[in-house]
DNA sequence: TTGTATGCGTTATCAG
DNA sequence: CTGATAACGCATACAA
């Protein structure tokens, strides 16, 4: 005895009416008596008639769902900008399909080709820090897909995106941990030529300037895997924190990269922020109780969130063709928030 | 110039064809010529034919998209499992649109709803800690959706369930901290009637009379929010921590649960496990390093993601009625992990 | 105001 | 071996 749903036809037929008046009932249209219409949605409600969303998205070509690439969502800003996401397209009736590319490219080519083979009628994306070729995300766009690219955009490929003010932030970080008497601070990133970790190096730069603080070359480091592989982060803070001339201070350009120093410095006996100031970017909770004193910035994950998904909605129902980009960059505050010492 | 997806119809005429024997040359059928068949093949390979899976829902009344419903993804056993759930929902051809109760009743109600009115073609569901009345999930199943209840199940509604030995866990847990001196061991759980923490509770009455110590009843403390909100749990952790008579040890129930322990143990400079022993169960891969000795359990989230899932898609490909329930419990090794001290 | 016919992309069932 | 046609559920242009 299998669950059978109600239909459009199946309400005609009890009421003695065509599929198309059922219909036109349904939607409201102005051209149904009113006592029909009554008559069709009280029995509708009773029979609590549900229309089918697959033969809706088969006449309009839309499957009412908008896919989300992101490294991983275990992950503290991304699980919260996933919350902003979900909040957002729920409210305009869209489903969200999440997929994850553990920072691999051939991961993402992947999830993205399964997301655009039409099951998807937008993408919202934060590219893998090992991705260099944007091909698959151009032809995409070439195709008219609507694509939001969200936190770690693709500073030369034309389309949407919405990202933070990743200059400013660490601008803001490198200048805090100066203020707070560090003179060798350290730049740890994920991936050299992502643009949120480029912005971040200048901004990081400027601020070295601006505090008259010594640029060293051998401060700036890269784990390639964003802090996906604990041993990778390991060898690099080796490498980094080895000799006498090493630095008092490192400025961490992810989640889990923070996670991974942190790691790092508690097998070590590694004091923070007696030992080495530490700023982490993302929003770990976590952290906050850690270690005192660790400064954590940008919080606003579920703003972006919600904010990549109602541009991505405006997208999809637009009716101008997609390729008229508009570039959007938001920017939300970055805070640095400190706990007690 | 809106991209427009190449269908079967396109590939028929172009090549001569009708649809129908385009359609059982790119299934493969035995009934058409290797020749029609190779000339079919390639030319949709090189078109990037993709069948529109809307198209194929609408015939097979499915969506081939499975719901999720867990209290929130930003919780290291959730991301673990639903990376379970994914890979073998994407290997089956499934999508996965994944909703979180944030451990609210109302809030799990919305999302069942909408998956189901979504027409997903099949459910798993953690329930909410604050869930007792499970009429929408009897409801749904009465109605011939396929669910399978995962890590949280619920003990009387008849249907498929794939948990853990949380028994055994919470046993294994108990017996580790009596075995290791600690004598007043207290219990914290989030929700008094989940099935789960029902069954911990057992084990670890269990460990005690096994070990001979004594059983105190305000040592077993419960935290509706399971953790969600810090303050909870620090109210409960104070309440339970007073006095002469406090427990020397603490097994807490849920993941969020342990961070926040460990949290408030920070803050009040109480040392794990010299002044307190914990073992917090999930895969709180922080914990490790967080203070030695910390014990983890429950390793398994991966796989008990994906078998659910594989039980999932079976269900929803079985021919016969889902009303044949078949309960299956997996019982995952329950791993006590410790770190150097 | 309502009904009829058509099409969205695919497969199954007939015919040939 | 291949082709024509119906059907899945819905919306809509066109007819009445």
Redesign the pocket.
Do not use: F, G, W
């Given at each position: 005895m299998k669950f059978?749903?109600v239909?459009?036809?199946?309400i005609?037929k009890a009421l003695?009416?065509?599929?198309?008046?059922?219909?036109?009932?349904?939607?409201d249209?102005?051209?149904?008596?009113?006592?029909?219409?009554k008559r069709v949605i009280e029995y509708a409600e009773e029979m609590n008639?549900?229309?089918?969303p697959?033969?809706?998205g088969?006449?309009?070509?839309k499957t009412r769902s908008i896919g989300v690439v992101v490294c991983e969502i275990a992950n503290s800003f991304f699980s919260q900008a996933i919350n902003g996401i979900e909040s957002v397209a729920y409210n305009a009736g869209y489903n969200v399909i999440i997929t994850q590319s553990n920072e691999s490219y051939e991961r993402e080519v992947i999830n993205v080709k399964h997301l655009a083979s039409r099951s998807v009628d937008g993408i919202i994306i934060s590219i893998s820090s090992e991705t260099t070729d944007f091909s698959h995300l151009k032809e995409l766009r070439d195709k008219g897909m609507p694509i939001v690219f969200f936190d770690r955009i693709v500073a030369d490929i034309q389309t949407h995106k919405v990202t933070s003010d990743n200059y400013m932030g660490a601008y803001n970080a490198t200048m805090h941990l100066a203020q707070n008497g560090y003179k060798k601070i350290a730049f740890l990133g994920n991936a050299e030529y992502l643009s949120i970790i480029k912005e971040r190096l200048a901004g990081y730069i400027k601020a070295l300037e601006d505090s008259k603080l010594p640029y060293n070359p051998d401060f700036i480091k890269y784990c390639l895997h964003g802090g996906l592989i604990y041993e990778e982060t390991e060898t690099v803070l080796k490498e980094l924190l080895k000799g006498k001339n090493k630095p008092d201070a490192i400025i961490a350009c992810a989640d889990k990269l923070t996670t991974n120093c942190l790691r790092y410095f508690k097998k070590n006996n590694v004091s923070v922020p007696n030992d080495v100031g530490l700023i982490g970017f993302s929003n770990l909770d976590l952290t906050e109780w850690l270690q005192p004193s660790l400064s954590v910035i940008r919080q606003q994950a579920f703003e972006m969130g919600a904010n990549a998904t109602e541009l991505l909605v405006q997208l999809i129902s637009s009716k101008r063709p997609v390729k008229q980009f508009e570039n959007m960059v938001l920017v939300p505050n970055m805070i640095i928030r400190e706990s007690s010492m």
């Open positions: 059978e749903p239909t459009i036809k199946d005609a003695n009416l065509s599929t198309s008046t059922v219909s036109r009932a349904l939607r249209s102005y051209e149904i008596s009113a006592k029909t219409k008639y549900m229309p089918n697959i033969a809706l088969l006449k309009e070509r």
